[in-house]
């Protein structure tokens, strides 16, 4: 299947720091979206992104659909200890229905 | 909200018993997924349906078939489960948006420990 290059692998932050994370993909992708996933848990949809360029919030979260739609990104602002998780992004492709995954991010946030 | 609800957090089972995960979706949605996550391995995706009794496979369908008699449910089966099919299972339902957007939405997961 199709390969998501998602970066870092996991942060360690302290607490009101604001963290960066993205994907990358070989292919072009028509949809972007981006998940949580708290321990135990399936993912939660955060931000869902449709054109190139596109750049949308979600409270603390902004997320960004790459110019060449290759890529993605993921900011976080002022971190808190409840935005401790795996994040994870996923890619459609213009034409199929499935989704690929990234492999994620899982995010520390120190008190 | 979308509502995609599996039917179990937590199983143990024993080996070469036959495994029914079930999955739920109240958003009339055509499309579902099963997936599987390990650690280091992200979501691997197993079986997917595009209607009622349509089925594909995905990227690991050994060991594992699918039911899909009413559209909003979606049905795992481990024929005889084994060691290695421990993990973390996640159903999923898409929803069209627009001509060519889809948003997908996960379960809660089923932790499935066979022993």
């Known amino acids: 299947g199709q390969q998501l290059n998602q970066s870092p692998q996991s942060m360690f932050i302290q607490e009101g720091e604001d963290v960066s994370m993205n994907c990358t993909s070989s292919?072009?992708?028509?949809?972007w979206l981006w998940y949580k996933q708290d321990p135990g848990e399936g993912p939660v949809l955060l931000i869902a992104?449709?054109?190139?360029?596109e750049l949308t919030s979600n409270g603390r979260l902004t997320a960004q659909f790459g110019i060449t739609r290759k890529d993605s990104f993921l900011n976080i602002s002022a971190s808190i200890p409840s935005d401790v998780g795996i994040y994870f992004c996923?890619?459609?492709?213009?034409?199929?229905?499935?989704?690929?995954f990234g492999t994620g991010t899982s995010l520390t946030v120190i008190p | 909200d979308v509502k995609v609800t599996q039917s179990s957090r937590y199983l143990v089972k024993r080996t070469g018993e036959k495994v029914f995960l079930e999955c739920v979706q109240d958003?009339?949605?055509?499309?579902m997924f099963w997936y599987r996550q390990d650690p280091g391995l992200g979501l691997r995706l197993i079986y997917f349906?595009?209607?009622?009794?349509?089925?594909e496979k995905g990227d690991i369908p050994e060991g594992y078939s699918v039911s899909r008699e009413k559209k909003e449910r979606f049905s795992l089966i481990l024929e005889s489960a084994s060691t290695n099919q421990t993990s973390m299972y996640l159903c999923?339902?898409?929803?069209?948006?627009?001509?060519?957007?889809?948003?997908?939405?996960f379960g809660q997961g089923t932790r499935l420990t066979v022993v």
């Open positions: 958003m009339d949605h055509e499309n």
């Open positions: 349906s595009y209607d009622v009794k349509m089925k």
């Open positions: 992104l449709y054109k190139a360029g």
């Open positions: 999923a339902s898409m929803v069209r948006v627009g001509s060519w957007n889809t948003e997908a939405f």
């Open positions: 292919s072009i992708f028509n949809t």
């Open positions: 996923a890619g459609q492709l213009r034409t199929g229905n499935q989704f690929y």
